[in-house]
């Protein structure tokens, strides 16, 4: 009786002083846009440590080159595709006909082999085109490719057209570089570690400037230490199973 009573004491006095619950597993995946243009910037970022995915423009004059190099080495590529704002041969705008969408498409892909996925550069007039985002999605779940919702514009709709096909989709949570000082990116990684550990997950967006690339150098081998777990689009998607995240929807549903 007296071995019970102290047992009980002890357990109470553990609940009482707050007995470490279980952490709650913090992922971040990180994606690098508008590679392609320049072959040792594109080595550089090839290089960064964990799962780092690789955005590649079509439009580049090293994409197809950069994309089988990636591939060999084990990264994920996806196709950086041009949405207006964006401009040039391969740019979607609103007003295209499907077919010459379709055409654009088509070309883009064949410029940047091995992509598993699409994420838009720009694009924050052409995301909020629904029937155009939901013929896309509709062609890539044909296609068996994902996408990434950059999310460059808050009017766009589409994540939304993805998830209510279905398709592997993701949304950005934060941008690395908008404002392109290392002390600045460095507190928007800090800002999506945050995300990652309040929310489970965070998908983060950088560019090949030298002082992102700085910065990632430094601080991707510090995230295990902070309980972050650097992982691959595909096992996001897994993750988040097409789930909205509470900035982008409500109830898990795109907004």
Not at 121 to 129: L, P, W
Request: glycine share 8%.
């Amino acid at each position: 009786m007296q071995a019970f009573c102290l047992a009980l004491l002890c357990l109470l006095a553990g609940v009482a002083h707050g007995a470490p619950a279980q952490q709650q597993r913090a992922y971040l995946s990180v994606i690098i846009d508008d590679l392609g243009q320049n072959p040792a910037r594109d080595s550089r970022t090839l290089a960064l440590p964990g799962p780092v995915t690789m955005a590649i423009m079509p439009d580049t004059p090293h994409a197809t080159d950069f994309a089988r190099q990636a591939h060999k080495a084990g990264r994920t590529v996806i196709l950086h595709m041009p949405m207006d704002p964006a401009t040039g041969p391969y740019a979607w705008h609103p007003g295209t006909p499907l077919p010459e969408l379709e055409q654009r498409l088509n070309a883009a892909l064949a410029k940047v082999p091995y992509a598993a996925g699409v994420n838009n550069h720009m694009g924050s007039r052409m995301t909020a085109q629904p029937e155009a985002m939901a013929w896309l999605m509709g062609e890539l779940q044909r296609r068996e490719l994902f996408f990434v919702d950059s999310r460059t514009s808050a009017a766009t709709v589409a994540a939304a057209k993805a998830q209510a096909l279905g398709l592997a989709s993701l949304s950005r949570d934060v941008f690395l570089d908008d404002v392109r000082t290392p002390e600045a990116i460095a507190g928007q990684l800090r800002i999506a570690v945050e995300l990652a550990h309040r929310q489970g997950t965070a998908v983060v967006i950088g560019h090949p400037y030298p002082q992102t690339l700085d910065v990632l150098e430094r601080e991707l081998p510090k995230l295990k230490a902070q309980g972050i777990e650097l992982i691959g689009l595909r096992q996001m998607i897994g993750e988040r199973s097409n789930r909205a995240m509470p900035a982008h929807g409500k109830g898990g549903i795109y907004r």
